[in-house]
T-cell receptor, first 113, second 112 residues
Framework: NAGVTQTPKFQVLKTGQSMTLQCAQD?????MSWYRQDPGMGLRLIHY???????DQGEVPNGYNVSRSTTEDFPLRLLSAAPSQTSVYFC????????????FGQGTRLTVV | GENVEQHPSTLSVQEGDSAVIKCTYS??????FPWYKQELGKRPQLIID?????GEKKDQRIAVTLNKTAKHFSLHITETQPEDSAVYFC???????????FGKGTLLTVNP
């Protein structure tokens, strides 16, 4: 039981490049979400999903896309990277009694130059 | 949307003392209030939560209280230990959706 697994752990992108951050969970959780964490800003919700085929926007969705084709996977796509997207990204999942961010992945530290 | 304010931003206590962190929220329909602990360079960990139909919840040395009328909730840590040192985040889930809004965090330092 690996929990929530994010890849990669570190990434450097050039402005304008696109990439996908991967997130997978093996707990059969219906709820999954993506956050970014910036110094002094706490955690801000980017997108979330309450089940396969269902996604919705969070507080800061611009510049990011998500899809949820399976219960296990919830990838986050950066369409055209900008320096303002330099951040630490966390994926989270939850289900059952805790239909919210019960478990977080280890994070992806992204730098856009 | 929901707005969550968290105080203080930093808190320093002596080992064995108690620590209290307070949060206020704006959406009176919010119904779920979790607390997370994040050690330096690590992922956030859910440590305790409370739902709107409960006033207080305890788990060993930590407790959370909720005052729905005043729209505030607090985290209480008793008999603090150096390993309690971390950033603590409160959060609130709005009543109309599953979105979780976080406070900006409290850096707790427990001095031996």
């Amino acid at each position: 039981n690996a929990g929530v697994t994010q890849t990669p752990k570190f990434q450097v992108l050039k402005t304008g490049q696109s990439m996908t951050l991967q997130c997978a969970q093996d707990m059969n959780h219906e709820y999954m979400s993506w956050y970014r964490q910036d110094p002094g800003m706490g955690l801000r919700l980017i997108h979330y999903s309450v089940g396969a085929g269902i996604t919705d926007q969070g507080e800061v969705p611009n510049g990011y896309n998500v899809s949820r084709s399976t219960t296990e996977d919830f990838p986050l796509r950066l369409l055209s990277a900008a320096p303002s997207q330099t951040s630490v990204y966390f994926c989270a999942s939850g289900g059952g009694q805790v239909y919210t961010e019960a478990f977080f992945g280890q994070g992806t530290r992204l730098t856009v130059v | 949307g929901e707005n969550v304010e968290q105080h203080p931003s930093t808190l320093s206590v002596q080992e064995g003392d108690s620590a209290v962190i307070k949060c206020t929220y704006s959406d009176s329909a919010s119904n779920y209030f979790p607390w997370y602990k994040q050690e330096l360079g690590k992922r956030p960990q859910l440590i305790i939560d409370i739902r709107s139909n409960v006033g207080e919840k305890k788990d060993q040395r930590i407790a959370v209280t909720l005052n729905k009328t005043a729209k505030h909730f607090s985290l209480h840590i008793t008999e603090t230990q150096p390993e309690d040192s971390a950033v603590y985040f409160c959060a609130a889930r709005g009543g109309s959706n599953y979105k979780l809004t976080f406070g900006k965090g409290t850096l707790l330092t427990v001095n031996p």
